[in-house]
């Protein structure tokens, strides 16, 4: 069964690493075959926004922000990795790893 994380990226400006984490999430999952879902919240608002389905599904949940996440009530209950938004940009994988290994505590 394929194991499921959910995260979030956010940058103080909201522009570029932002969406340079999203991405970097997205192709280090692809290539452990972990899914993912990424909310962005930039400039331009929320982005792919998160379901009460994804957080229910999720295993855990990836906070890769430089700044305080939107609506974060959502994830009451969660088990939380709260790293900065560059953290994924320099070694997605590891933090993919860290993120599973915190849902199997």
Same mark, same amino acid.
């Given at each position: 069964?394929?194991?499921?994380? #959910?995260a +979030? /990226?956010?940058?103080? /400006?909201?522009?570029?690493? $932002?969406?340079?984490?999203?991405?970097?999430?997205?192709?280090?999952?692809?290539?452990?075959? +972990?899914? #993912? @879902? +990424?909310? /962005?919240?930039?400039? $331009?608002?929320?982005?792919?926004?998160? /379901?009460? @389905? *994804?957080?229910?599904?999720?295993? %855990?949940? #990836?906070?890769? $922000?430089? $700044?305080? +996440?939107? *609506? !974060?009530?959502?994830?009451?209950?969660?088990?939380? &990795?709260?790293?900065?938004? !560059?953290?994924? #940009?320099?070694?997605?994988?590891?933090?993919i790893? *860290?993120? &599973?290994?915190? %849902?199997?505590?």
């Amino acid at each position: 069964m394929k194991r499921k994380l #959910i995260a +979030v /990226t956010a940058c103080a /400006t909201g522009i570029a690493h $932002t969406y340079m984490a999203e991405k970097a999430l997205r192709k280090a999952a692809k290539e452990m075959d +972990v899914l #993912i @879902k +990424v909310e /962005t919240q930039g400039a $331009t608002g929320i982005g792919n926004r998160l /379901t009460e @389905k *994804d957080v229910q599904i999720g295993e %855990a949940v #990836i906070f890769a $922000t430089d $700044t305080k +996440v939107r *609506d !974060s009530e959502r994830f009451d209950g969660k088990k939380i &990795l709260d790293i900065n938004v !560059s953290d994924p #940009i320099k070694d997605a994988k590891k933090v993919i790893k *860290d993120a &599973l290994a915190l %849902a199997d505590k």
